[in-house]
């Protein structure tokens, strides 16, 4: 051992930092060899997963404002490509990020698993990393009272298809609204236009379990969703023309006769074009009373009525409207002042004023919903409610500007259909639409920025109608065989 270590010490120099351990430099040294007589390939630096290539940072697909937030967090889940919003509402009185918005991460949280999410602390910048959309039964969620069940029902129905399990997901919160979609078209024009045309068959329901007002919310759907393998490609030109309207009425803690004004008001206006109409009465006490011990519940539901249209056409095409009432929102809305508790003026005045809860982002391309009953300058009762003559008659008028419109969807299903087709197969899709909505361009430029697909864009001005056709992204979901 004596002698090994006075050989070791003589071998190195004092040159020793500059050489190998034993005195050798490494470019004097043999290089070893593999099995196969060959050289090992150079090794690339080591990370704390144990090995492979270097972190390296997220690409992240930029935007600036608040414009159609929902789609792009959509676009970004099916995409799996990381989002980044800046300058959210910067310039508004309450900057950032609203509540409803909050929410809808969170139910893309409950769908997904992996999701980042980071926000700053004034709440004006956003970044979003999606995760594996997993699905699943038994999921609850409380949309809140600031926005109605429609802005979440189209972000739901564009994941969920996608998922590892089918979706089953029971929501809370408000059922009609004047400003969104209401659960009765989506179950009367979204669901059977997936069954038709996207190859959607089996699997597809909602279930409207209470009915839910502005703003003390309280309504409950039950929704089951599919998982598709790929969505069909579509040739979508044909509009046709009308052959019968259905409808339903609903009323909400107020008096059944409403109901039946609502269908007189409607079938007075419709009658005078096809005589096939046929709308159901919907009538629902809410829950203003403890059935058991007669006492008063500390959250009650909101009184209100609505009317929501569907126009079936001669090649299967739905059009609809929708308009809700709600006594507390109107009086809050004129009188400046909130309807019964706190809670739900703090609620109101989050959705409401310049920039509010969805400003010129969320409501452009509300669509149809709007068209009838936001110029009618009708008379209102008391508390500023309007009437159910009155709002019978918006509605109707409503349906009628749809249709004549023309397109094979109404206004507010237009960026749902042009996310589908992008999302498609890599074959030609086709669709006429009408006169494009902010909304529907909004969605065109998202779609190009997360799938790179374009659409090529023909008017027809006899029809005033739009030629819409691209070549989809073919996402699959890879969780289905079949």
Request: glycine share 14%; with cysteine; proline share 4%.
């Amino acid at each position: 051992r004596e002698k090994c270590h006075t050989r070791r010490a003589a071998v190195r120099g004092p040159d020793a930092a500059h050489r190998g351990v034993y005195g050798i430099a490494a470019s004097d040294a043999p290089r070893r060899k593999n099995f196969e007589g060959r050289e090992p390939k150079p090794r690339g630096p080591r990370t704390n997963g144990g090995g492979g290539a270097a972190h390296m940072p997220t690409q992240y697909v930029r935007f600036s404002g608040a414009a159609d937030l929902r789609m792009r967090l959509v676009c970004a889940t099916l995409s799996g490509r990381a989002l980044r919003v800046d300058d959210i509402r910067v310039n508004d009185q309450s900057p950032g990020v609203r509540d409803y918005e909050a929410s809808l991460l969170r139910l893309l949280d409950k769908l997904t698993n992996g999701m980042a999410v980071e926000i700053n602390e004034s709440g004006t910048a956003l970044k979003y990393k999606p995760g594996i959309v997993t699905g699943g039964r038994r999921i609850n969620h409380d949309c809140g009272a600031s926005r109605g069940m429609g802005y979440f029902l189209e972000a739901v129905l564009s994941v969920a298809l996608f998922a590892k399990k089918a979706v089953e997901v029971t929501l809370t919160g408000i059922t009609n609204d004047e400003a969104e979609m209401s659960v009765d078209t989506f179950r009367t024009v979204t669901l059977p236009m997936l069954k038709r045309q996207f190859g959607i068959e089996e699997g597809l329901s909602l279930q409207i379990v209470k009915r839910g007002s502005a703003p003390g919310a309280g309504g409950e759907i039950l929704l089951k969703l599919p998982i598709a393998k790929e969505l069909k490609n579509i040739d979508w030109t044909d509009e046709g023309l009308v052959k019968r309207v259905r409808g339903v009425a609903f009323t909400l803690r107020v008096s059944p006769q409403t109901g039946n004004r609502l269908v007189d008001a409607a079938r007075g206006v419709l009658n005078k074009f096809l005589p096939d109409v046929y709308i159901f009465t919907d009538h629902h006490p809410g829950d203003g009373r403890d059935g058991g011990g007669g006492k008063w519940r500390v959250k009650k539901s909101t009184p209100g009525f609505g009317l929501s249209l569907v126009a079936e056409t001669t090649t299967g095409c739905l059009i609809g409207a929708d308009i809700a009432s709600s006594a507390a929102k109107a009086a809050a809305e004129e009188l400046g002042s909130t309807f019964g508790d706190d809670e739900g003026g703090e609620a109101l005045g989050g959705t409401e004023g310049p920039g509010g809860g969805a400003g010129s982002d969320e409501m452009m391309g509300a669509g149809g919903l709007l068209s009838g009953g936001g110029g009618n300058t009708s008379r209102r009762g008391r508390g500023g409610v309007m009437v159910p003559e009155d709002l019978g008659a918006a509605v109707t008028e409503a349906l009628v500007a749809e249709v004549q419109r023309g397109g094979v969807v109404d206004s507010s299903h237009q960026p749902l259909v042009l996310l589908l087709m992008a999302i498609g197969p890599e074959q030609i899709s086709r669709v006429r639409l009408g006169q494009l909505t902010p909304r529907a361009v909004q969605t065109l430029r998202v779609v190009k920025a997360f799938f790179g697909v374009t659409f090529n864009i023909q008017p027809e001005h006899d029809s005033g109608t739009v030629f819409l056709s691209t070549v989809g992204a073919g996402i699959k979901n890879i969780s289905r065989r079949a």
